[in-house]
């Protein structure tokens, strides 16, 4: 027996379970028909107003549950369906997502491949698609935290940064550089799921030729994608920035910042513009500082500040 036969095409109630359901139905309107009929007889009496109220209740119970379970029901089953579904690319909104933006060699293509090789640990092909500026400034940040060790000073710091700019896998100085930034993003990636990740669909220009890309795990009862329409937050969200370049002709994209606020700025120290970035936090002139304690007695002669 096939299910159409078995089943009612808007339930998923057996054959006995609905019959069992439609009997109880049939039993208010009934009743109510019942005490309507008795109110045209006793329309003078004084029971006639109560099996009317009554009457008319069941009736319309009965209705309103019927086709509760006839539409209401049904047209959220298929809500709940189309929700779950995977998404079609042909159905999101191409406005939002115009140009290369999903192409061969564009930002999200990019970005998807970069942080796998982070979280996989392997930095050597990552960092063969930074931006040149991030290059620089991973280069700088890790060299700067291990002058002494080095032996870094004025004369020889170019040469120090030239020979990870540009690398000799086989060199040394190269190895012991990407081992370590291989750990570190490998560490701060560990809890990644890359199987469940999800993707932001549209374009977030932060500046010329800069833009964010968002990857997020999916919660459980949303695997093959969900839809955010108003602002939310979003746990564990790793924010990349990419850089257009033009390379042999073509337009492609490098990354140009991973968990960063913007794009970085080389320098001795450079600027990377992450939140608790070591370097920062090494020469931030607050951490240093004597914090400075107004005795009780003194703080009524301290002029608060005014808005301009």
């Not at 999200?108 to 063969?128: N, P, T, W």
């Not at 993003?185 to 890309?213: C, M, N, T």
């Not at 990377?272 to 500082?289: C, F, K, N, S």
């Amino acid at each position: 027996m096939d299910r159409e036969s078995r089943f009612h095409p808007l339930d998923d109630a057996g054959v006995g379970e609905q019959k069992l359901r439609q009997s109880w139905l049939l039993a208010p309107v009934s009743v109510g028909a019942g005490m309507l009929a008795g109110y045209l007889f006793l329309e003078d009496e004084p029971l006639g107003g109560l099996l009317l109220e009554v009457g008319a209740g069941l009736v319309l119970f009965a209705v309103l549950f019927y086709f509760e379970r006839r539409f209401i029901v049904s047209y959220l089953d298929r809500a709940i369906e189309s929700l779950s579904a995977p998404l079609d690319p042909e159905d999101v909104d191409t406005e939002q997502m115009p140009g290369d933006f999903r192409g061969d060699f564009g930002p999200l293509f990019i970005a998807q491949v970069v942080l796998h090789l982070l979280a996989a640990g392997d930095y050597e092909k990552a960092f063969s698609r930074f931006s040149q500026s991030l290059q620089l400034a991973r280069a700088q940040a890790w060299l700067f935290n291990n002058q002494a060790e080095l032996g870094i000073i004025d004369s020889n710091r170019e040469s120090f940064i030239d020979r990870l700019v540009e690398p000799d896998v086989t060199d040394p100085l190269w190895k012991e550089f990407s081992s370590s930034e291989a750990a570190q993003y490998k560490d701060a990636f560990s809890w990644l799921d890359i199987d469940r990740l999800g993707w932001s669909q549209r374009r977030r220009i932060i500046g010329p030729g800069h833009e964010v890309v968002i990857a997020f795990t999916l919660p459980a009862e949303s695997p093959h994608g969900l839809v955010i329409t108003a602002p939310r937050a979003v746990e564990n969200a790793i924010k990349l920035i990419l850089e257009a370049v033009h390379e042999g002709g073509i337009l492609t994209y490098r990354v140009a910042g991973v968990q960063a606020e913007c794009p970085p700025s080389p320098g001795w120290p450079p600027t990377l513009w992450v939140v608790d970035e070591p370097v920062a936090q090494a020469v931030h002139p607050g951490i240093t500082a004597v914090p400075i304690h107004i005795p009780d007695e003194e703080i009524a002669d301290v002029t608060p500040l005014s808005d301009p």
